[in-house]
């Protein structure tokens, strides 16, 4: 069974700091994608990203960036000069082969102050 | 403006009534969902569809039912035998394997 674990439930940081949201997961299949969401305050998820098993490139967009590692199971994502506006939740899911269902992990409430 | 709304924002109800949470969508994509979010947790799924007058239960079904006539539409009723119904609820529907959610329903049951 797939599962996904982001064991940050909070984060703290003040402006300007870079933070990175970690996400772990578990999947028997060699098919699979990965996702970030960001749920700000409204409580609509915007979609950030996707990544599929056989891609391990790095992402960067802007001041996102993606690393992604199969040997350690791991999808992390780093914002880099948090603004205010980056306070949200963040979740981390998963997707196996054909099957298109999403497995969320329980999210990281993300709080940048000023 | 294409994209996926959900009606009302806010829904309050009595215990014992049933009540049903509608999401539209105009992206022309063939499958829809419905997701549960409570406090602290993560998303889970209730029902989805891929496609019209098809439609699979997802990991927490029990007390909830559903329909697809159209395309657009994929409504999600809570019924009274769903025992915890207070709740969050996002609708999405998705394109090449990527979901797009709505702006979500929150309902009280009291």
């Known amino acids: 069974a797939q599962k996904v674990t982001q064991a940050q439930t909070e984060i703290s940081v003040v402006e300007k700091e870079d933070v990175t949201l970690d996400c772990v997961y578990e999947t028997r299949d060699t098919t699979y994608y990965l996702f970030w969401y960001k749920q700000p305050p409204s409580g609509e998820l915007v979609f950030l990203i996707r990544r599929n098993s056989f891609d391990e490139q790095n992402e960067i967009s802007g001041r996102y960036s993606w690393n992604f590692q199969k040997s350690t199971s791991s999808f992390n994502f780093t914002i880099t000069a948090s603004q205010v506006v980056d306070s949200a939740v963040y979740f981390c899911a998963l997707s196996e082969g054909s099957n298109y269902k999403l497995t969320f992990g329980k999210g990281t409430l993300l709080t940048v102050n000023p | ?110």
């Open chain 2, 1 to 110: 403006d294409g994209g996926i709304t959900q009606s009302p924002k806010y829904l309050f109800r009595k215990e014992g009534q049933n009540v049903t949470l509608s999401c539209e969508q105009n992206l022309n994509h063939d499958a829809m969902y419905w997701y549960r979010q409570d406090p602290g947790q993560g998303l889970r799924l209730i029902y989805y569809s891929q496609i019209v007058n098809d439609f699979q239960k997802g990991d927490i079904a029990e007390g909830y039912s559903v329909s697809r006539e159209k395309k657009e539409s994929f409504p999600l009723t809570v019924t009274s035998a769903q025992k915890n119904p207070t709740a969050f609820y996002l609708c999405a529907s998705s394109i090449a394997g990527v979901e797009y959610f709505g702006p979500g329903t929150r309902l009280t049951v009291t």
